[in-house]
């Protein structure tokens, strides 16, 4: 059972940045499997894919309505994904879930089994 724990979020204007941390613990997987990412649900609509990056080589998938204002990276020894969120609009906001699971190359899929409690981030024009 890997348990998530997330910080950051809060308050941001348009154009500003914030940075969100997530670290996992008791997780069983292999670097090679092991997988993490980002989720996040804005009000009234349906949790939208942020972000994944695979564990053994760091390689990243983004959503499109954050490529290239986005980045997400880790620190394996600390078991930790971060979300570097740059050029915030009003329309990122949304409370972020942080996710961890596998990474399948068959379907080029991530497959996410564990989440954490969510924190907000709000945006404001």
Known sequence: QVQLFESGGGLAQAGGSLRLSCAASGRT?????FAMGWYRQAP?????????????????TYGD????????????????VYLQMDN?????????YCAAGIYLPPRSEFEFKFWGQGTQVTVSS
């Open 44 to 60: 009234g609509k349906e949790r939208e894919f942020v972000t994944g990056i695979r564990w053994s080589s760091g390689r990243t």
């Open 88 to 96: 915030l609009e009003p329309g990122d906001t949304a409370v972020y």
């Open 29 to 33: 997987y292999s670097n090679s499997a």
């Open 65 to 80: 309505n954050v490529q290239g204002r986005f980045t997400t990276s880790r620190d394996i020894a600390a078991d930790t």
